[in-house]
């Protein structure tokens, strides 16, 4: 067993399926473009790597894993994954058969098809970490106005406010290697494409937490994404910020302003993405995740969780800080008390 970071470490964003593209069998080009097409479109065969991150999380003292659907992952298979290894992983869903049936265009886009399956998905108690990757959508199919996607939003999130569960909002650019990707998966319109939208729907649904997923650094080091983060987190007390993707530099900001601090932060590394760690000596940043199109597609499990705990240890912060962004604020926002072997592990005071 790896030393661990804190007393219960949760890694909050963890894909544990991956996709086999097969490209020497389909004679397609294997590069990031369409990689991503393939995925999106269901084209991939889609297996369990519970293996590798088992491995993984032996060796980096990662206690839980929130496990996410993203691309063509199946909430199937993580609910399975759930019963397997009920002290291990929690899920979240996103209705991933009936959006991917809609992409592939076997069926209609249709939200309350949408909300009929997430209620059922979260009524079998395998997805308690609620909704995401992001809200399930359609974008990237046709143009929306933001009052026509909100209105979708607001019935998506009604079903989270029913079960009482937490709902995941994308942030962040598409790594480079995607190309044209912001057009094909939605991008440049609505939430995808701006984190300021969250206001709307967080002064909606105060009493269902937010969670910025990547909170505005999904790859490549532009922070512009970021600060709207911010912004949002500061404002709505629902609203939280996924950090496991931040260099060291980026945990600077929130930790200082009293509106957000270490309460409103989620360890979530994105483990399981093919995005490497680039390299460049003396730059600012020296390393950060983003994909090389030169290189190509990797083939070896790329090191989420030592690249991000190294970005923690340079933090001169209290234990019981750091402990509450690597655990203890998951264990509050995804109600995992049941999952931690004792009381009174994190930080919390008697006040008058």
């Given at each position: 067993m790896?030393?661990?970071?804190?007393?219960?470490?949760?890694?909050?964003?963890?894909?544990?399926?991956?996709?086999?593209?097969?490209?020497?069998?389909?004679?397609?080009?294997?590069?990031?473009?369409?990689l991503a097409e393939m995925m999106t479109m269901g084209?991939?065969?889609?297996?369990?790597?519970?293996?590798?991150?088992?491995?993984?999380?032996?060796?980096?003292?990662?206690?839980?894993?929130?496990?996410?659907?993203?691309?063509s992952m199946t909430d199937e298979i993580n609910g399975e994954l759930v019963k397997q290894?009920?002290?291990?992983?929690?899920a979240q869903c996103g209705a991933t058969d009936y959006v991917m049936k809609v992409k592939q265009g076997k069926e209609k886009w249709s939200v309350p098809r949408v909300c009929e399956e997430l209620d059922r998905l979260l009524s079998t108690g395998l997805y308690r970490a609620g909704i995401g990757e992001g809200i399930p959508n359609n974008l990237g199919s046709k143009q929306y106005v933001w009052k026509e996607r909100f209105e979708e939003i607001c019935q998506i999130m009604e079903v989270a406010r029913k079960h009482k569960v937490a709902v995941g909002y994308h942030t962040g650019?598409?790594?480079?290697?995607?190309?044209?990707?912001?057009?094909?998966?939605?991008?440049?319109?609505?939430?995808?494409?701006?984190?300021?939208l969250c206001h709307d729907i967080a002064t909606k649904y105060p009493d269902v937490p937010i969670i910025l997923q990547h909170g505005g650094m999904q790859g490549a080091p532009y922070e512009h994404y970021m600060d709207r983060c911010f912004e949002v987190a500061a404002a709505h007390s629902n609203v939280y910020l996924e950090t496991g993707m931040y260099y060291a530099e980026l945990y600077?900001?929130?930790?200082?302003?009293?509106?957000?601090?270490c309460e409103k932060l989620l360890w979530g590394t994105d483990w399981g993405a093919s995005?490497?760690?680039?390299?460049?000596?003396?730059?600012?940043?020296?390393?950060y995740f983003d994909q090389n199109k030169r290189d190509g597609l990797p083939l070896h499990q790329v090191d989420y969780f030592g690249w991000s705990l190294r970005q923690l240890d340079k933090l001169d912060i209290p234990?019981?800080?750091?402990?509450?962004?690597?655990g203890g604020n998951a264990v509050r926002v995804f109600k995992l008390e049941d999952k931690v072997p004792h009381k009174r592990l994190f930080k919390e005071y008697l006040k008058a």
């Open positions: 790896g030393i661990a970071r804190g007393r219960f470490v949760i890694d909050t964003h963890v894909h544990v399926q991956r996709q086999a593209a097969k490209f020497q069998k389909t004679g397609v080009k294997p590069e990031y473009a369409k084209e991939v065969d889609v297996f369990k790597n519970e293996g590798r991150l088992l491995y993984d999380m032996e060796r980096y003292g990662v206690d839980m894993c929130i496990i996410i659907p993203a691309f290894y009920p002290n291990k992983f929690v650019m598409l790594p480079s290697g995607y190309l044209g990707g912001r057009m094909f998966f939605g991008i440049s319109q609505n939430e995808w494409g701006d984190p300021l600077e900001k929130p930790l200082r302003d009293p509106n957000i601090g995005i490497p760690v680039q390299w460049r000596p003396g730059g600012y940043p020296s390393t234990q019981d800080d750091l402990n509450l962004i690597l």
